[in-house]
């Protein structure tokens, strides 16, 4: 039986690999460096991901523990379940329904596709607590 040969050579795979994580990392240090609440910038109370088209992930940051792969099945239920039409470049979808995320309505979740020539290549997720949603109860 002849050996498959792979798609990329392992020395290519490994680039692509560090790229990705140094892109996400990039993402997570951005996040931090912006952010007006103490929840993100003390306590890291955040996940990021990127995500191919078909919905793989390809990588994530170290932010909260609790959400390493989380952002997976939040992305998944948002583009199954939600009613916003055919993606274009510059949008954003927000979630914070909490049976699609796997979360509490705190946990809000930004979906941003990425394009190139006018086709989705994959997608930058954001799950980060936002202390007040406008909840009964403030805080």
Do not use: C
């Amino acid at each position: 039986m002849a050996e498959e040969k792979p798609a990329t050579d392992p020395a290519t795979t490994e680039v692509i690999r560090h790229y990705l994580t140094s892109a996400v990392t990039e993402m997570e240090r951005t996040l931090v460096r912006t952010a007006y609440s103490t929840i993100i910038y003390e306590i890291n109370d955040f996940g990021l991901s990127i995500f191919d088209s078909k919905l793989n992930l390809l990588a994530d940051s170290t932010g909260l523990p609790l959400f390493l792969g989380a952002n997976e099945y939040g992305i998944k239920q948002t583009l199954e379940r939600g009613k916003f039409g055919e993606l274009e470049p510059g949008d954003i979808i927000y979630m914070n329904v909490p049976y699609w995320s796997g979360a509490h309505t705190n946990d809000g979740v930004l979906i941003a596709p990425v394009f190139h020539e006018e086709t989705i290549v994959s997608y930058t997720v954001v799950r980060a607590h936002w202390t007040d949603l406008g909840g009964k109860d403030p805080g």
